[in-house]
C-alpha cells in the first residue's frame, strides 16, 4: 500500500464533518505523513488568503510553495513554516519548500494535492498535469481563460479519478444565503422562471500596457506562460508581495474581465437554480449599442433570459415572485413566501456544505479528498460557469447574434465564433 492509498484509507480518524450551518473538524491526527500534503501553485493574496484557510484544517500539511516572484513564495513558506512553528511548538521548524516552476511540485510524488491560484490563464496546464500525476486539485475560479481549456482540464479530472473543487465559495458559504435562494427557485417557489439579471462588471478588454523594467526576482517570461509575449508591467504583476487584487484581470490575454471574475460566482448561483449546471445557453443576443457594456442577452432552450445586467448578484424573476441574492443580501418577493411556501422534504434539496465563511467550501474539499466523492462546485460545474463567462464575452467582441449548441460545445455554422473556443499557446506550452 503507497502513501497516498494510506492517506485515503484514513478518513475515519480524520472525518471532517459538515452539517446545517456549522462545520465540525475532528481531533488531528499525530504523525504529518498521515495529512494530506499540498503544494501551492501561486502565492498572491488570493493564494495566501486560500491555503491559509487549507492550513487550518487538521487533516492537511503545507508543504511547497511557487510562485514566478521570489518574495511571495518566500512569504509564503515564511506563514506556512510560523503556522506550524507554533502549533507544533518547534521553534525552528522548516518543512515547506520553494519553487519558481509549477512542474517541480507536480513531478513529487509525495505531494497529494495542489491548489491552482494563478492568474486564469496559468489554470489550465497546471490542473491538466497535475490530474495525470494523480493530485486532486483546488483551482480558483474562473477555472478556465477559454472554452477548449476548460474542457480539458474536465476530461483530465475525470479520465485520471482526482477530486476537483472549483474556487466559487458562494455555493457553501455566506449563511447558505445563495443554496436557499436556488432551492427556493428550483422548487418553482416564484412561479416559471422569466428571466435571470446577472449583475456584474464589464468585459474583458485588449491589454495595451506600456513596457517597464522588470524587477529583480520576477520571472516573467514564465508569468506570461502560454499567453502571448509582451513586455512586464506591474498592473499585470506586482512587484514583490501585494495586499491588492492585481488588473490582470480585465485583460482578454490573460482572463476575462469583471464579466468572468465576478461572472463566475454569478452565473454559478444562476445555473445553480435553474438546475442547468451541465449545460448553457443556445442563444447570445448582444445589446442594440455596439459600445454598451452591458445588456447581452443568454437565451436558454426551454426560452429563459439570462441577462447580463442588473443589481449585484443574481436575481430571478418569476412569474409569482422575484429573488435576489448577493454576497450581504436575500431578498425576496413577495416578503411572506417562505412563511407561506416553506422547502419540505418532498422538495429538491441542494447540497448544503455548512454556510460558514472562509471554512465551508474549503473544508468540503478536504472532506471529498478523504472520501474521494464530488465537491460542491466540482470540475463539470466549474466548467459550465465559466464557459458562459466566456460566451458571454466572445458575444461581446463580435457584437452579433450567435447560436450555441451546449452539448457538442460548438458554435452553429459560425467559423469565426469558433476560432475563439480556444486561443493558441505560445512556445512549447500546451494542454497535453
Not at 487538521?58 to 506556512?80: F, H, L, S, W, Y
Not at 458559504?173 to 412561479?191: P, S
Not at 463566475?264 to 454598451?292: E, F
Request: with cysteine; net charge negative.
Amino acid at each position: 500500500m503507497n502513501r497516498r492509498h494510506f492517506v485515503h484509507q484514513t478518513t475515519a480518524t480524520t472525518l471532517l464533518t459538515t452539517a446545517a450551518g456549522a462545520v465540525s473538524i475532528s481531533k488531528a491526527q499525530d504523525h504529518p505523513n498521515d495529512r494530506i500534503t499540498i503544494g501551492v501553485i501561486g502565492v498572491g493574496k488570493q493564494g495566501v488568503s486560500d491555503f491559509t484557510k487549507a492550513m487550518r484544517m487538521p487533516q492537511t500539511q503545507i508543504v511547497a510553495m511557487c510562485d514566478v516572484v521570489e518574495e511571495r513564495k518566500n512569504n509564503g513558506k515564511k506563514i506556512a513554516n510560523d503556522f506550524y512553528s507554533k502549533l507544533n511548538n518547534e521553534p525552528n521548524y522548516d518543512g515547506v519548500s520553494t519553487h519558481e516552476d509549477f512542474r517541480e511540485i507536480i513531478n513529487n510524488e509525495k505531494i497529494d494535492a495542489v491548489m491552482v491560484v494563478t492568474p486564469d490563464h496559468w489554470h489550465a496546464i497546471p490542473v491538466v498535469q497535475a490530474a495525470k500525476a494523480g493530485k486532486d486539485i483546488y483551482c480558483e475560479k474562473p477555472i478556465s481563460r477559454t472554452i477548449e481549456e476548460g474542457r480539458a482540464m474536465v476530461k483530465a479530472v475525470q479520465d485520471n479519478k482526482v477530486v476537483f473543487q472549483t474556487g466559487s465559495q458562494q455555493r457553501s458559504e455566506y449563511d447558505g444565503k445563495f443554496r436557499i435562494a436556488a432551492e427556493l427557485v428550483r422548487n418553482g417557489r416564484i412561479g416559471q422562471i422569466i428571466s435571470v439579471n446577472i449583475g456584474i462588471g464589464d468585459p474583458s478588454i485588449p491589454c495595451d500596457l506600456p513596457t517597464e523594467e522588470i524587477p529583480k526576482g520576477t520571472n516573467w517570461d514564465l508569468w506570461l506562460g502560454p499567453a502571448e509575449e509582451r513586455g512586464y508591467n506591474e498592473i499585470l504583476c506586482p512587484k514583490g508581495i501585494h495586499s491588492h487584487f492585481p488588473a490582470w484581470r480585465r485583460y482578454r490575454e490573460y482572463a476575462g474581465g469583471s464579466v468572468a471574475d465576478f461572472g463566475a460566482h454569478h452565473y454559478d448561483i444562476a445555473q445553480w437554480g435553474l438546475g442547468t449546471d451541465d449545460t448553457g445557453p443556445v442563444k447570445l443576443v448582444p445589446p442594440s449599442d455596439p459600445n454598451a457594456k452591458r445588456g447581452m442577452e443568454l437565451i436558454y432552450e426551454n426560452g429563459i433570459r439570462m441577462i447580463h445586467g442588473g443589481p449585484g448578484g443574481t436575481t430571478w424573476v418569476g412569474t409569482s415572485g422575484i429573488i435576489s441574492v448577493d454576497r450581504g443580501r436575500l431578498e425576496i418577493i413577495p416578503n411572506d413566501l417562505r412563511e407561506k411556501k416553506p422547502i419540505t422534504d418532498k422538495d429538491i434539496k441542494l447540497e448544503n456544505a455548512g454556510g460558514r465563511n472562509g471554512i465551508s467550501h474549503m473544508a468540503n474539499w478536504i472532506q471529498n479528498v478523504k472520501e474521494r466523492g464530488k465537491c460542491i462546485c466540482h470540475e463539470e460545474v466549474g466548467h459550465r460557469s465559466a464557459s458562459i463567462c466566456h460566451l458571454t464575452n466572445i458575444a461581446y467582441r463580435l457584437d452579433r447574434e450567435l447560436n450555441w449548441d451546449p452539448k457538442a460545445e460548438k458554435f452553429i455554422d459560425d467559423g469565426e465564433a469558433n476560432e475563439q473556443i480556444g486561443e493558441p499557446m505560445r512556445g512549447d506550452w500546451k494542454l497535453s
